[in-house]
């Protein structure tokens, strides 16, 4: 058989559909609450933020939601992504499991993010809203969203968290060239940045913090919605195009994954991969299908957190999600993977992970790292920080292929590139970064804040 | 019809062998002299520093040279890379124009200059070579032929501009991710080096002393060679990859173009593009075909510099090259497209613009980034400082045909992304930067040092 490298799909093969993964769960999620009364929220409760498209998306049971066209079109730039097989890390892994991965990192912005930015982009367009706010940790998700509101024409207000914004210029700056406006993080533009800065003038910020302030902003202004960049439904929703595209291409690779692997903060990315293969798991086709999930030590959500009712952001602002949580007030180590830096995890694979669906892993930083310098010496990408520890669990398990002699297929999910994370990587070759883990009573502390259910 | 966005081979479309303009020229080549004798060189004095497989390209005028498959296998990491149609462009501009651009910064580095480092890698490892020195600016050349010598096992040494290896940290840290070993230039490793630094233990370093620092190292070390990243023939020949790419994708696209673009510095990069374009020009059938290289005003090599014969360095220690060049000694201003800073220019593109085969324009700064803003605000792509010096002609030519209501199809080269040059456009967008041009008398004093002929 010829030996292939990449499989490609055509523009005309870019899926005209999302996939829903609420129309063949086993159970049906639990309700989203609302903070005050406990009871469910409604869509009311939501249209000062969302638009009622995104609104219906996160609760629908429709099995395939319609990709709109103008979607669709944006979409082609950089869409279908290609899945490559990975023979030189096979073979300097000496290993018989046959490795692939779908990359994302050739997004203009270089991540999977757009993803769901244009699509939400495009729906608050459409709804007449010409200005949205959103908050940033190291910068992948506002500048996803400038882009997307370069394209659509909206302004993008960013909230930084401000010791990224003063740290890691370069995704700021990439906000601004498509015309996005990104301020650090606590700012004067809010009062409740202006309530931090009179505590404390040097506040580093935070991600809660930022949430907070981007609420707000869009809760003021008429014209201004908020943007979420992973956990809730509808982005899952916009990303299981990169499943949908890489079912087609293992077809074409004329094999399926044994175990499908990917990296979790929000949980976004690897949920966009998995949902439309769990699917053939849940009907019973492919009962032995693996999904590993992968977080870093220093977040451990799904492999230590209970699965619980909690807040989206620390300053207990949002609706109460049901999932995995370390607590909101959970602040994580400084780790270089700053996408996976969340105390909760998207409330889909929180529910699919207590089915006994999913499975979780934890790694160190140190390993991901050394696997990502392997990755780049082999098949020449330099990976972000966040998808290394994906890389991280892909090596092992073909490892342990190699041990058994078992030939299994792996499908690695690769969120981007990491030419804009390269001071991560100095600190790595340079022997400054460190592993993180918590002791039990540490993160016991965070968690007595779980917020009471009425 | 259908509208399409995008153009795409599979890898087997790869093309399997380079276009070797040599064999097409009306006038061959002016031969390349020894500095000394002021004779044409041979292969002997080129072979301490280069395999004889790439002397031998050097020279050739076979039409069609071999790409050796273990090239083209590391081609299939990113090759064939894609072909657009920038309709939204197109569409803000309000031009009949049909603009195409090809674009190569979705290659592992982010630009076209892997495309002959992993074949210069090729040829040293099979001549027995494991260490290969080279010299870069900005760091575009070193981190690709890093990530090529991580591919090959081959270790590389790379002499960097000491000021763009302090100002510019994100290029070496790829280089060194990849295993490459970057040192600021001049250092003490050589003798070159320490000589400057007893002189001045600050120099901020120039790209003619790494030159001398990588060709010293490689003399004086029997297992290594030195390689270069433009100018060369061979050099050029590999990257004819894109041009014949192109191609075939025009003709999917069911078109022809009426003028090609492309930013020059060295020129292999647009020379790649444009070379298997010209032989239809110079064979008849595309007479009209126009071909612009885009230099910036700080540098116009072609657009005000003599066609003689010069060094390729600026401490005359290489043969002298047939080409047009500022003069050895000729110091460009710092503007942020540091690919394009060099005081020569190709001799086979000096060549055909001497024959009036090619067109060449001059670009200021300031207007090239307000072209590369309009165009990551329209197609998405931030793109690298070098590559909006093009984005700028196009955007030119496009409003032409807008004026005169012809609808001509303009291909645009495009080099690579902006990732890694966000610094450039934080200095932009904060009205920092400077538009750059000299006084005739300027340009006058720097050619008085031009070699004479003996």
């Not at 086993?26 to 309700?31: S, Y």
Request: with cysteine; net charge neutral.
């Amino acid at each position: 058989m010829e030996k292939r490298t990449k499989f490609l799909l055509d523009e005309k093969d870019i899926p005209t559909k999302w996939y829903n993964i609420q129309a063949d769960l086993p159970q049906p999620l639990p309700p989203v609450l609302h903070p005050g009364t406990g009871k469910p929220i409604t869509p009311d409760d939501l249209a000062p933020l969302f638009p009622m498209e995104l609104i219906k998306q996160e609760v629908s049971t429709e099995r395939w939601i319609e990709i709109p066209e103008e979607v669709r079109d944006i979409y082609r730039l950089w869409r279908p992504t290609t899945l490559f097989r990975a023979h030189r890390l096979e073979k300097a892994l000496g290993t018989p499991a046959k490795i692939f991965y779908k990359y994302e990192g050739t997004s203009p912005p270089g991540s999977h993010k757009p993803n769901t930015a244009v699509a939400q982009a495009y729906y608050n367009k459409k709804e007449g809203i010409n200005r949205i706010t959103t908050e940033t940790g190291a910068g992948q998700w506002g500048s996803a969203l400038s882009f997307a509101g370069a394209l659509f024409d909206i302004e993008i207000k960013v909230y930084m968290v401000a010791i990224s914004y003063h740290q890691k210029p370069y995704r700021r700056i990439m906000m601004e060239t498509w015309g996005g406006k990104c301020v650090p993080s606590p700012s004067p533009d809010t009062n409740a940045g202006r309530a931090m800065l009179a505590k404390d003038p040097n506040c580093p910020g935070s991600l809660g913090l930022a949430i907070s302030e981007a609420v707000e902003d869009a809760a003021t202004h008429d014209d201004t919605h908020y943007s979420l960049g992973s956990v809730l439904n509808h982005v899952l929703l916009h990303q299981t195009i990169i499943g949908l595209e890489t079912k087609k291409q293992m077809e074409m690779a004329g094999t399926y994954p044994d175990i499908i692997i990917g990296c979790v903060g929000g949980g976004s990315n690897f949920a966009g991969m998995f949902l439309p293969f769990i699917k053939d798991k849940i009907d019973g086709t492919k009962p032995d299908l693996r999904i590993i999930n992968v977080e870093p030590t220093s977040c451990p959500t799904l492999t230590r957190g209970p699965y619980a009712y909690d807040f989206g952001d620390e300053a207990g602002l949002t609706p109460l999600l049901k999932m995995n949580t370390l607590g909101h007030a959970f602040i994580p180590a400084p780790v270089h993977a700053g996408g996976l830096r969340y105390h909760g995890m998207a409330p889909i694979i929180s529910h699919l992970h207590n089915l006994g669906l999913v499975e979780a892993r934890a790694e160190h930083q140190l390993a991901t790292f050394k696997a990502g310098i392997d990755f780049a010496r082999t098949e020449g990408i330099i990976s972000a920080p966040e998808t290394n520890h994906a890389i991280k669990t892909t090596i092992d398990e073909a490892l342990k292929c190699k041990e058994t002699g078992e030939s299994k297929t792996i499908l690695l999910t690769h969120s981007g590139h990491g030419h804009v994370d390269m001071a991560a990587y100095e600190a790595y070759l340079a022997g400054k970064l460190k592993d993180h883990s918590y002791p039990k009573e540490k993160i016991d502390e965070a968690l007595k804040d779980l917020p009471k259910i009425k």
